[in-house]
């Protein structure tokens, strides 16, 4: 064999192992492309899910607090209503006592030793049988009703306060 024709079935054996190497190269890329395609579908569906799930998961969540909302609403009115309705009863009972159409009295203790004893009051026809009762002065009647006024508004307040931590706290 000449060198023309070495040089020859050397190019010729080159140029088909080129034409080799770029059909491997074309299959591989294939095939990875394949790949990379069937991944990023997969990837994408499973971010499709996770959004999905987010949003679920999101539309719970705006679902539970729209129920608190509303459970803390009613909870509301019902303490205003209440603290309403207790202001009402204080204010009549003050008019009545400011007025006179209502006395407040307390229960006198009955002294055996015979000691110290407050004055029962002057009313002696009294229809009423039993122990012995003290009429109170009405300014000290005024200050025991407003007292009382302020323990009532204190209790709904308090019965307020836990309704909300217990609606809050407890899990739905």
């Known amino acids: 064999m000449t060198y023309g024709t070495l ?14 190497a770029g059909g491997v190269w074309k299959v591989q890329d294939w095939r990875y492309g394949k790949e990379l395609s069937d991944q990023a579908r997969s990837q994408s569906d499973t971010l499709n899910e996770l959004t999905l799930a987010a949003a679920t998961q999101q539309r719970n969540a705006q679902d539970k607090r729209l129920e608190l909302e509303q459970r803390l609403s009613v909870s509301e009115q019902t303490h205003h209503e209440e603290l309403s309705n207790a202001q009402r009863n204080q204010a009549r009972l003050r008019d009545r006592l400011a007025t006179s159409d209502l006395r407040l009295s307390v229960l006198l203790a009955e002294d055996s030793a015979g000691g110290c004893s407050v004055p029962a009051g002057t009313n002696t026809c009294s229809m009423v049988h039993g122990a012995t009762r003290a009429r109170l002065d009405p300014a000290h009647a005024q200050r025991i009703i407003g007292i009382t006024d302020a323990g009532d508004q204190g209790l709904i307040a308090l019965a307020a306060c836990q309704a909300y931590a217990k609606d809050v706290s407890t899990p739905r």
Do not use: F
């Open 7 to 20: 040089k020859a079935a050397l190019a010729s054996v080159l140029v088909l192992m080129l034409i080799t």
